[in-house]
């Protein structure tokens, strides 16, 4: 759901969700997943760090779900964080999960805004 939509950039990041690898770390109140995109996959025409949230998962083992952001660097993937608020993680790997529904917290946020490295 991040990555839905008719930004021009989008079709770029969907072809390098296709062709990467991912290496999670999990804590207690959620994971970070780090993307590596295979060299040869273009990167978007992007500058700088944007951040995509506003996807919410209600996961009925949380009263309150888990919060997405995806983390895009100078046009590439980069990492997805997700977190509970407050609660234990569930099970380590996302398709432990029992049924889950996915929706948008809010509008979608625009991509064009850069933030700067952490």
């Known amino acids: 759901m991040l990555l839905a ?67 895009i660097r100078e046009g590439r993937l980069s990492e997805l964080e997700a977190a509970t608020f407050g609660e234990s993680m569930p099970p380590a790997r996302p398709e432990e999960l029992g049924a889950f529904d996915l929706q948008y917290l809010t509008d979608p946020v625009l991509l064009d805004r850069t933030y700067p490295f952490d």
């Open 5 to 71: 939509g008719d930004y021009p950039a989008l079709p770029i990041l969907r072809k390098q969700l296709e062709h990467c690898t991912v290496e999670r770390q999990c804590d207690s109140d959620g994971y970070i997943a780090r993307i590596f995109v295979d060299p040869g996959v273009p990167s978007a025409p992007l500058k700088g760090r944007q951040i995509l949230s506003g996807v919410h998962a209600a996961v009925p083992e949380l009263a309150r779900g888990i919060a997405f952001k995806l983390f």
